[in-house]
């Protein structure tokens, strides 16, 4: 059975079994809706039917802070949100925060060793999707590194479609946001984790927190992680921190510190040669770097937060932050056949030293206008940020290395060595302000307005000339209705501009400085609704993204780049969600979209050839997500999740197709008490061979095979 048949095969059955559920088990229906409140309180965080109950499958009436700063729920915004709890990521036992935010509706994970990536809407990479955590935006290059476990996350929102209207350039994809856990003010908490794997894998996990006094409370967490890795010399390691301190100095203020700390090294593989455009499966384990290879991220990350609430309906919040950060590489990169032998290029040894230190305000208003219920915010922030960075390019150095008996050997240098080549600094400073205006107790205006004015500054070591000072001035702004025609339906339709930088500014080079951010428009309309008593959520959208001022080469001359292309999607995006039992609950939810170059040339050789109808590179056209959740008996809990992802291409000619995968993950969870349990992962049960990313046109990364966990957890 193909890929696609098994994909229609068990979406139609879990459709047919989920129809024959609602209609065959409405006595048992009515009795979750009527246990519902007898369990409402109920502190078993594991219990996925327990909290479907609370906020609902889909998690539609739980605030999303990603898609608006005035406190609103998805049901209330006109935008297309997710809320991915940490009962989710535990349950399917995700290890990354973008493997968890890849399970909303059209998210693709296109992560690798050099990066995080999120797809999403046709639009890829990390200028396109955003990352955020606790709703702050760092300025980063091609990583991010908080939170560097989920560990640390209270949950995970994700915001579908452009995103710069709350955070500036770039997210015209979308946003995730990780909320981080709280302080517990009310009772002492605490949570132990340990787990052992294939490969090697071991991993440590704890977190306490609670009040002291009246007044204080507290939350610290610390994770570590290692594994050998499912290929040649695949080591990782990963020790993160995040640690809150909460103070009620008042009881119309309450101030936040807290601070995290991110020391990693992770698996440097870039992938598996092909061999005439295919996969070469004997020596895909292999891996081909050095043995001196690197790869190792250390950030901090302090906040202060203040809250304050000085009059009925007005509150006022004041982050103030300090980032600093340290990257290293040193890799053989490239790897391509060359007869019988391996070409080992792409020899680079980056060092980078970051620091950012910024304050935002937001002030939030509850009142009434012309009669009418009306909420504002209004607010504006500062950041300023530097990068150092050393390299060792130019280096056009390579060796051949026998593929099946090779010796890695060390890191060729060029010609120049490694050297400090330029400082960055970037300052950047925003006003921004929503509106959520009741035209009636059914009717609602949603409107967003924000101004950026970033100023980056390039200081060379090596040549004074290449030295710049640019601004990349840019107005996002959203309006959208939301219609009730019931407390359980929500209607919305939304109109948004937004700005997606070329490249992150703190790389950017004296000819990217030339070019504007590129520009974008976002149409979507939608529908949101619960049922049976909220045991139950759907919700479903289309939109059509155009995004123009793309980089495309000049028709006068090829070798010059010019910024007039043209690129767009539209699609289709469901969700739906049922607590069919007290005991059985199904999330699903798919999209299909049409991704297009409009206006894209590609130099090939010396020629100007149009890549125009052609998909972007590394979008899949259609997805999808299935999940299932059983508590046959009381302490056992099973968990399955199916995850599929079209095809994709790793060139703009469309002549490099990256195939159509489907994952299936399993847990079975054995709770030995209240509050101790041991719980039986398994991820890519059927041990596909998938393609997660690819690091050229001709070197596939490749997806964890089968591997299982297993996992000690114990609340207290």
Same mark, same amino acid.
């Given at each position: 059975?193909?890929?696609?048949?098994?994909?229609?095969?068990? =979406?139609?059955?879990?459709?047919?079994?989920?129809?024959?559920? #609602?209609?065959?088990?409405?006595?048992?229906?009515?009795?979750?809706?009527?246990?519902?409140?007898?369990?409402?309180?109920?502190? *078993?965080?594991?219990? =996925?039917?327990?909290?479907?109950?609370?906020?609902?499958?889909?998690?539609?009436?739980?605030?999303?802070?990603?898609?608006?700063?005035?406190?609103?729920?998805?049901?209330?915004?006109?935008? /297309?949100?997710?809320? @991915?709890?940490? +009962? #989710? =990521?535990?349950?399917?036992?995700?290890?990354?925060?973008?493997?968890?935010?890849?399970?909303?509706?059209?998210?693709?994970?296109?992560?690798?060793?050099?990066?995080?990536?999120?797809?999403?809407?046709?639009?890829?990479?990390?200028?396109?999707?955003m990352q955020l955590y606790d709703g702050m935006r760092v300025y980063t290059t091609t990583t991010q590194t908080f939170p560097a476990d989920p560990w640390m996350a209270e949950r995970i929102e994700v915001l579908r479609g452009a995103a710069s209207v709350l955070y500036? $350039?770039?997210? @015209?994809?979308?946003? =995730?946001?990780?909320?981080?856990?709280?302080?517990?003010?009310?009772?002492?908490?605490? +949570?132990?984790?340990? /787990?052992?794997?294939?490969?090697?894998?071991?991993?440590?996990?704890?977190?306490?927190?609670?009040?002291?006094?009246?007044?204080?409370?507290?939350?610290?967490?610390?994770?570590?992680?290692?594994?050998?890795?499912?290929? $040649?010399?695949?080591?990782?390691?990963?020790?993160?921190?995040?640690?809150?301190?909460?103070?009620?100095?008042?009881?119309?203020?309450?101030?936040?510190?807290t601070h995290d700390r991110a020391d990693l090294d992770p698996t440097i593989w870039y992938g598996t040669p092909l061999r005439d455009g295919k996969l070469v499966r004997e020596i895909r384990k292999k891996n081909y770097n050095i043995a001196d290879r690197s790869l190792r991220f250390d950030d901090a990350w302090t906040q202060a937060k203040a809250e304050w609430t000085p009059a009925e309906g007005v509150t006022i919040t004041n982050v103030a932050y300090y980032l600093t950060g340290f990257k290293h590489w040193r890799n053989a990169e490239g790897y391509a056949w060359s007869g019988d032998q391996i070409r080992r290029s792409s020899y680079l040894e980056i060092v980078y030293k970051t620091k950012q230190w910024?304050?935002?305000?937001?002030?939030?208003?509850?009142?009434?206008?012309?009669?009418? *219920?009306?909420?504002? &915010?209004?607010?504006? +922030?500062?950041?300023?940020? &530097?990068?150092?960075?050393?390299?060792?390019?130019?280096?056009?150095?390579? *060796?051949?290395?026998?593929?099946?008996?090779?010796?890695?050997g060390t890191f060729l240098d060029g010609t120049f060595g490694t050297r400090y080549k330029y400082k960055t600094d970037v300052q950047q400073w925003a006003l921004f302000g929503e509106s959520r205006l009741s035209l009636s107790d059914r009717l609602s205006l949603v409107t967003g307005l924000r101004y950026d004015r970033p100023k980056t500054e390039r200081h060379d070591a090596l040549d004074p000339a290449a030295d710049y000072t640019a601004r990349y001035p840019s107005t996002s702004w959203r309006t959208g209705l939301v219609y009730n025609p019931s407390d359980t339906i929500s209607l919305y339709a939304q109109y948004s501009a937004a700005a997606d930088p070329v490249t992150a500014f703190l790389t950017a080079t004296l000819a990217q400085t030339t070019f504007d951010v590129s520009t974008g428009?976002?149409?979507?309309?939608?529908?949101?609704?619960?049922?049976?008593?909220?045991?139950?959520?759907?919700?479903?959208?289309?939109?059509?993204?155009?995004?123009?001022? @793309?980089?495309?080469?000049?028709?006068?001359?090829?070798?010059?780049?010019?910024?007039?292309?043209?690129?767009? /999607?539209?699609?289709?995006?469901?969700?739906?969600?049922?607590?069919?039992?007290?005991?059985?609950?199904?999330?699903?939810?798919?999209?299909?979209?049409?991704?297009?170059?409009?206006?894209?040339? $590609?130099?090939?050789?010396?020629?100007?050839?149009?890549?125009?109808?052609?998909?972007? @590179?590394?979008?899949? +056209?259609?997805?999808?997500?299935?999940?299932? /959740?059983?508590?046959?008996?009381?302490?056992l809990h099973l968990d399955a999740g199916l995850r599929y992802v079209g095809k994709r291409y790793s060139d703009a000619a469309n002549t490099r197709r990256i195939p159509a995968y489907t994952l299936v993950d399993a847990s079975a969870r054995y709770d030995l008490a209240e509050k101790t349990s041991v719980t039986l992962n398994l991820r890519n049960v059927f041990d596909r061979i998938y393609v997660q990313n690819s690091y050229s046109t001709s070197q596939w990364v490749l997806g964890e095979p089968r591997s299982v966990a297993v996992t000690f957890e114990q609340r207290f």
């Amino acid at each position: 059975m193909n890929t696609r048949s098994l994909l229609s095969g068990l =979406i139609a059955s879990g459709a047919s079994f989920c129809m024959l559920g #609602m209609s065959a088990t409405s006595a048992q229906a009515q009795e979750a809706a009527e246990t519902a409140p007898e369990n409402a309180n109920n502190t *078993d965080a594991g219990n =996925i039917v327990v909290t479907a109950r609370k906020a609902g499958v889909l998690q539609l009436g739980q605030q999303a802070d990603a898609s608006s700063r005035l406190g609103l729920t998805p049901m209330q915004t006109p935008a /297309s949100v997710d809320v @991915i709890t940490r +009962e #989710m =990521i535990r349950s399917l036992g995700d290890r990354t925060v973008v493997a968890a935010a890849a399970r909303a509706p059209g998210l693709i994970n296109n992560s690798s060793a050099f990066g995080y990536s999120l797809s999403s809407r046709g639009f890829t990479g990390y200028t396109s999707v955003m990352q955020l955590y606790d709703g702050m935006r760092v300025y980063t290059t091609t990583t991010q590194t908080f939170p560097a476990d989920p560990w640390m996350a209270e949950r995970i929102e994700v915001l579908r479609g452009a995103a710069s209207v709350l955070y500036g $350039e770039g997210g @015209i994809g979308g946003a =995730i946001n990780v909320v981080r856990k709280k302080p517990n003010t009310e009772q002492f908490e605490g +949570e132990v984790r340990l /787990s052992g794997g294939s490969f090697d894998t071991y991993a440590a996990a704890g977190g306490i927190g609670g009040p002291i006094g009246d007044r204080l409370s507290y939350r610290v967490d610390l994770s570590y992680n290692r594994s050998d890795g499912w290929m $040649e010399r695949g080591q990782s390691r990963s020790l993160a921190l995040s640690a809150a301190l909460r103070w009620q100095a008042r009881d119309d203020l309450v101030l936040t510190l807290t601070h995290d700390r991110a020391d990693l090294d992770p698996t440097i593989w870039y992938g598996t040669p092909l061999r005439d455009g295919k996969l070469v499966r004997e020596i895909r384990k292999k891996n081909y770097n050095i043995a001196d290879r690197s790869l190792r991220f250390d950030d901090a990350w302090t906040q202060a937060k203040a809250e304050w609430t000085p009059a009925e309906g007005v509150t006022i919040t004041n982050v103030a932050y300090y980032l600093t950060g340290f990257k290293h590489w040193r890799n053989a990169e490239g790897y391509a056949w060359s007869g019988d032998q391996i070409r080992r290029s792409s020899y680079l040894e980056i060092v980078y030293k970051t620091k950012q230190w910024g304050d935002r305000f937001n002030a939030v208003f509850d009142h009434t206008l012309l009669g009418m *219920d009306h909420r504002l &915010s209004l607010g504006g +922030e500062y950041n300023t940020g &530097s990068l150092l960075r050393t390299d060792s390019s130019p280096n056009s150095r390579f *060796d051949l290395v026998d593929p099946y008996d090779y010796t890695p050997g060390t890191f060729l240098d060029g010609t120049f060595g490694t050297r400090y080549k330029y400082k960055t600094d970037v300052q950047q400073w925003a006003l921004f302000g929503e509106s959520r205006l009741s035209l009636s107790d059914r009717l609602s205006l949603v409107t967003g307005l924000r101004y950026d004015r970033p100023k980056t500054e390039r200081h060379d070591a090596l040549d004074p000339a290449a030295d710049y000072t640019a601004r990349y001035p840019s107005t996002s702004w959203r309006t959208g209705l939301v219609y009730n025609p019931s407390d359980t339906i929500s209607l919305y339709a939304q109109y948004s501009a937004a700005a997606d930088p070329v490249t992150a500014f703190l790389t950017a080079t004296l000819a990217q400085t030339t070019f504007d951010v590129s520009t974008g428009r976002q149409w979507e309309a939608g529908v949101k609704a619960t049922f049976l008593d909220g045991r139950g959520e759907f919700t479903l959208s289309g939109y059509r993204i155009v995004k123009k001022k @793309i980089l495309t080469r000049s028709a006068n001359d090829p070798t010059v780049s010019v910024q007039v292309g043209q690129q767009s /999607s539209y699609g289709v995006e469901a969700s739906f969600g049922l607590a069919v039992t007290k005991d059985f609950s199904v999330l699903a939810n798919g999209t299909i979209l049409n991704a297009r170059y409009d206006d894209f040339d $590609e130099l090939v050789g010396t020629a100007l050839v149009s890549r125009d109808g052609n998909m972007p @590179i590394g979008v899949a +056209e259609k997805a999808a997500n299935l999940w299932l /959740s059983w508590r046959p008996v009381q302490p056992l809990h099973l968990d399955a999740g199916l995850r599929y992802v079209g095809k994709r291409y790793s060139d703009a000619a469309n002549t490099r197709r990256i195939p159509a995968y489907t994952l299936v993950d399993a847990s079975a969870r054995y709770d030995l008490a209240e509050k101790t349990s041991v719980t039986l992962n398994l991820r890519n049960v059927f041990d596909r061979i998938y393609v997660q990313n690819s690091y050229s046109t001709s070197q596939w990364v490749l997806g964890e095979p089968r591997s299982v966990a297993v996992t000690f957890e114990q609340r207290f």
